[in-house]
């Protein structure tokens, strides 16, 4: 494996249209997990707790975040992180959502 990678966003998303899936991870590496998650406004998130920290960037969309029962809105160029075992979904999807979703430790197997 490189040292290094270089992605471009407009082909990781091009590489998710028509998938039903909502993540797609396109790196992981022993300490890192990177992926795509999406959603359509009106969704319902299902995710649960992880078992890593994670930091999500916002690059498109509104909703609102709700962390361990405290809620707040996130939108294009939010950055959030989320502690490892924390409850946590995006709610109130007001425009379909597409985040960057860093896990540190590899993510979830």
């Known amino acids: ?22 993540y797609s991870e396109f790196l992981r590496v022993p300490n890192l997990s990177c992926g795509i998650y999406r959603l359509p ?19 498109e969309g509104r909703a609102r975040v709700r962390v361990e029962g405290e809620e707040r809105p996130v939108e294009r160029g939010s950055i959030l992180y989320v502690a490892a075992t924390s409850e946590h ?21």
């Open 41 to 59: 406004a009106g969704a319902k998130d299902l995710q649960g707790p992880h078992d890593e920290d994670e930091v999500y960037f916002v690059v």
């Open 1 to 22: 494996m490189s040292d290094h990678r270089v992605f471009e966003l407009r082909k990781l998303l091009e590489e998710m249209q028509g998938s039903p899936a909502p």
């Open 89 to 109: 979904s995006f709610i109130e999807i007001e425009e379909d959502i597409t985040l960057l979703v860093f896990f540190a430790s590899g993510g979830p197997g």
